[in-house]
């Protein structure tokens, strides 16, 4: 067994979970917990600090044991988590984000929307800031969430003494010190990382970028202005650097770690899952060359260039699309671009769909046949997707059509059950399904997952189209291959939609929990064991499957579904204009 590890911990929307990896990015054992949530009317969720940290702690120990692990053989430890706000008062106890005036409520979950007409009184600003969030603010975003608790729970306004992000409030509980992510800050709370210069790549200086006043005092948040941002930040750091004197005692006493040891700057979730897959050789067999661990000399590297031609897919309850490229493309509805956000020295453009596993999840548990559906998995030991899989693979055989996804010719879905992130960047949208016929049947329900896991495909599609379309203004790189990972990448059915549909090849990762190596990757830059995230990327990345898509007549199924996914957004417009 090797003697070093690097811990990675990722806290996703429902669970907690730990992964130990070795040099090369291969995981010995992990472990999950599941994480408490509140649900209210309004598009209220929270989730509570105190519980988000027990469950790291549960999920860390367990992976230790699993991997018979020793303590002190773990080098270094990333966090990654959901970009939700968490808010802890002088003493670091739990400030209320609720109606309900809980305290333990105390974490405002990145999906909830309560602040959208925050979000659109901020963009109405047309503040030259928002230019770097695709011009709409979203109601997931940081500042449109501070400004509704401001406006609507002053005394928590008054109380808390510390607003983080989820990924940067982990740090702070595992060394006591006070650090702000520059993916964090740049990405969620509009800070300008770009405008720090070469100190953004982290050559020195306490903080990299800057706040720009003007924004804050234009949306109502003067009052962060005048506190020269104490509550959200003054210490911008780049991620994976090491923070502090490492793990507190009493950190490394929950986590059943070894005090000092070394802790990196955050990173958000999908953007981890960037780290761990975007630096895959793809040579046919996903080999490459890596330099041992401790090295300081960096393995070869993929070039800038080949990195503009992918794009990460982070598939979870919502999906996240992570391209980078050497000059700013602003693309309209794209969150970014964003200086150093993910890879350092280039910038990010980050597309989103905000229900994609989630929406899934409800059209197929919301069915009215979902419990003999999960009668008929328990009683096959598979689970409700690979029952789903075979019977649209039985009916497409026993229907006679030439290849499965044509089974969806007369059932369409519009997926924007949560709204749009991007490219429509309109978080009123709604979901649409045409085609429903007087039946409720299993097959019937096989047929509507497999339509909506096409919708989604089609978002995915039409969210590169508009990346490729700022590409070409510019002359940066254009997207030909996905690099997948999450949730729904491991289903084979939801991969080959994407493949098709989009007419991209799809690369999953050697590794299938990507998410966690990249805060893996993080823990070996702030070990010291690798020089730079680039150089963590090369070693502890690789290919897996590979999945070509089909061509001729699949492709121009696709070509005219797609067409159908933009009707139905022309057409609920349509609606709405006809009942105003």
Known sequence: MPDRFYLGIDVGTGSARAGLFDGEGRMLAAADHPIQMWREAGYVVEQSSVDIWRACATATRQALHEAGAKPESVRGIGFDATCSLVALDDADRPVTVSPSGDDRRNV???????????????????????????????????????LWLREHQPE??????????????????????????????????????????????????????????????????????DEGYRRIGRRIRPMGEPVGSGLTERAAAELGLVPGTAVGVSIIDAHAGGLGVL?????????????????RQAAPLL??????????????????????????????G??????????????????????????????VFGHARSEELRQEARGSGKTVYEILNERSNRL????????????????????????????????TLRGTVAGLKLSDSIDDLALLYLATVQAIAYGTRHIIEAMNAAGEKNGTGRIVDLLACGGGTKNPVFVREHADAGGLRVVLPREAEAVLLG?????????????SVVDAMNAMNAAGQVIEPARGEVAR????????????????????????
Not at 337 to 352: C, H, K, N
Request: charged letters at 20%; glycine letters at 10%; one cysteine or more.
């Open 279 to 295: 630096g895959a050789r793809l040579d046919g067999n996903g080999s490459r060359q890596a330099t041992p661990p401790g090295s």
């Open 303 to 332: 070039t800038s260039e080949a990195l503009e031609t992918r794009l990460a897919l982070i598939g979870g309850t919502s999906s996240c699309h992570m391209a980078v490229s050497r000059e700013a493309r602003f693309v309209p």
């Open 156 to 225: 928590t306004w008054r109380r808390t003494a510390r607003f983080f992000d989820l990924p940067d409030f982990l740090v702070y509980a595992a060394t006591g010190a006070e650090v702000r992510s520059l993916c964090t800050t740049v990405c969620k709370w509009t800070y300008l990382g770009h405008e720090g210069g070469a100190a953004a790549a982290g050559n020195g200086g306490d903080s990299v970028g800057r706040w720009d006043d003007s924004f804050f005092r234009a949306i109502g948040l003067g009052d962060l202005v």
């Open 519 to 531: 805060s893996a990757v993080l823990g070996a830059v702030a070990s010291g064991d690798r020089a």
């Open 334 to 363: 794209v969150w970014g671009p964003y200086f150093s956000a993910m890879v350092p020295g280039l910038w990010l453009s980050e597309g989103g769909q905000s229900a994609t596993g989630s929406l899934i999840d409800h059209v």
């Open 396 to 427: 497409a055989a026993s229907a006679g059509v030439p290849f499965p996804a044509a089974l969806t010719r007369d059932l369409h879905v519009l997926p924007y059950f949560h709204g749009n992130r991007s490219p429509r960047a309109d978080p």
């Open 557 to 580: 199924y696709h070509d005219a579904k797609y067409a159908v996914f933009h009707r139905m957004h022309d057409d609920l417009l349509a609606y709405r204009r006809a009942m105003q």
């Open 108 to 146: 405002v979950v990145w999906m909830d929307h309560r602040a959208i007409d925050q979000a659109q009184r901020i963009g109405a600003t047309a503040h030259p800031v928002l230019r770097y969030v695709g011009g709409v603010m979203s109601p997931e975003m940081e500042s449109p969430k501070l």
